[in-house]
């Protein structure tokens, strides 16, 4: 049974840092695209970064500079989004996300499986920048 699980969620001040996890169960990263997105209420989903099975990393316009996707080179089980010079505007849901929908599919519409069920969505988590 796969399961992503975020952690680190919560409030910061503008201007703050904040680290998300995500950790993967029945799953490991290494060879597969892996990505985090983010939800804001009346907003759509968006890709907020992504790491593809070869490596590549992209990132949203508006975090680039300020964010950095990573994932642990070891056991392949833990992905991170390191946050930092955080803006109210980044207040949202943020899930963990893996499997080839990740970037290859408009998820515009809503994050989760209603987007896609061809890969694996965590909870997500909430983050609010005040």
């Known amino acids: 049974h796969v399961q992503l699980v975020e952690s680190g969620g919560g409030s910061v001040t503008a201007g703050g840092p904040l680290t998300l996890t995500c950790s993967a169960y029945?799953?490991?990263?290494?060879?597969?695209?892996v990505g985090w997105y983010r939800q804001a209420p009346g907003n759509e989903c968006e890709l907020v970064s992504r790491?593809?099975?070869?490596?590549?990393?992209?990132y949203l316009d508006s975090v680039t500079g300020r964010f950095t996707i990573s994932r642990d080179k070891f056991m392949s089980t833990l992905l991170y989004l390191q946050m930092s010079s955080l803006k109210p505007d980044d207040t949202a849901v943020y899930y963990c996300?893996?499997?080839?929908?990740?970037?290859?599919?408009?998820?515009?519409?809503?994050?989760?499986?209603?987007?896609?069920?061809?890969?694996?969505w965590g909870q997500g988590t909430q983050v609010t920048v005040s």
């Open positions: 029945g799953l490991t990263f290494g060879g597969a695209d």
């Open positions: 790491i593809s099975r070869d490596g590549f990393t992209t």
């Open positions: 996300a893996a499997g080839p929908f990740v970037g290859n599919t408009d998820c515009s519409a809503g994050c989760g499986y209603r987007c896609s069920a061809n890969g694996y």
